[in-house]
């Protein structure tokens, strides 16, 4: 099991960037898959990216190009750096420790609490 805790969250304008950092507790970080994930109000989770625990990264087509993942595993550290971003972007952003690469979040079985992104126009 591992503790996760997300931070960088905020309001940004459409086209800016923004950085979320995901601190994980644990000493077999570099053995998890972290997948960063979204929600918007009324909608499911849904599937941002995610990177295997000695790199190699998966991304959602919607933010291919945009958006890239990539991970500390001396600090065990987890970041989502997010560029031009897109009114669409506003969402909770969850981090997520699973064991395989994969877009379910029902795969992943430790969840952060999340932080909320808001792409205003």
């Known amino acids: 099991q591992v503790q996760l805790v997300e931070s960088g969250g905020g309001l940004v304008q459409a086209g800016g960037s923004l950085g979320l950092s995901c601190a994980a507790s644990?000493?077999?970080?570099?053995?998890?898959?972290m997948g960063w994930f979204r929600q918007a109000p009324g909608k499911e989770r849904e599937f941002v990216g995610a990177?295997?625990?000695?790199?190699?990264?998966t991304y959602a087509d919607s933010v291919r190009g945009r958006f890239t993942i990539s991970r500390d595993n001396a600090k065990n550290m987890v970041y989502l750096q997010m560029n031009t971003l897109k009114p669409e972007d506003t969402a909770l952003y969850y981090c997520?420790?699973?064991?395989?690469?994969?877009?379910?979040?029902?795969?992943?079985?430790?969840w952060g609490q999340g932080t909320q992104v808001t792409v205003s126009l």
């Open positions: 997520a420790a699973g064991a395989i690469v994969t877009t379910n979040p029902n795969d992943y079985g430790d």
């Open positions: 644990g000493r077999t970080f570099s053995s998890y898959v």
């Open positions: 990177i295997r625990g000695r790199g190699g990264s």
